[in-house]
């Protein structure tokens, strides 16, 4: 029963990855479902939640989507809605929770700045194929990497919920 948890949360993953991917959209059920897995392993305690990592987390993504606003204030000053509208989606932001939950504040760090490398080297990747993207799916590159790391916690390869370290 302890694997069922992360085999229905890798589904609902995968399942956001690949209708961000093929679509370039994702339902509202997938997040309801990921919301709803959440729930039900915090409250059966399979997610042992330190609630200062929480609060640290949440304030990490509200300063990060702070500066996102400030520079489409800037940079786009008389039409900054309409190209923040063009350019993030709802399912690139309803993702956002599944970082605060899954990490420490110094792991939550690097994940989504790793997850935010590899959908800049998709979109190069992309244009050196001369496709021309206009968008990217960040939320199916961001749910991807966290399946993976979902995949190497439960293995226990990774502690994604610890900041320490020891060498020892």
């Known amino acids: 029963m302890h694997f069922v948890f992360p085999v229905l949360l890798l589904i ?3 399942s956001i990855c690949y209708q961000d991917f093929n679509i370039r959209e994702v339902y509202l059920l997938n997040y309801l479902i990921l919301y709803g897995l ?4 915090i409250l059966t305690n399979r997610i042992l939640l330190n609630f200062d990592f929480i609060i ?9 989507i702070c500066l996102l606003l400030i520079y489409y204030l800037v940079v786009y000053s008389h039409f900054a809605v309409s190209k923040l509208k063009a350019s993030i989606g709802w399912g690139d932001v309803l993702i956002l929770p599944a970082f605060v939950i ?8 690097v994940v989504f700045i790793f997850s935010l490398l590899i959908s ?11 496709l021309r993207i206009k968008t990217i799916p960040l939320a199916g590159i961001q749910s991807l990497v966290l ?11 990774l502690k994604m919920q ?3 370290f020891p060498l020892f």
């Open 162 to 164: 610890v900041d320490y």
């Open 38 to 41: 959440y729930l039900i392993a």
């Open 102 to 109: 899954n990490f420490s504040p110094v792991n939550i760090i």
């Open 12 to 14: 609902t993953y995968l």
């Open 56 to 64: 640290i987390n949440s304030c990490i993504l509200i300063a990060v």
């Open 120 to 130: 800049l080297i998709y979109y190069l990747f992309n244009n050196f194929q001369k």
């Open 147 to 157: 399946s993976i790391l979902l995949c190497a916690d439960s293995l226990g390869f």
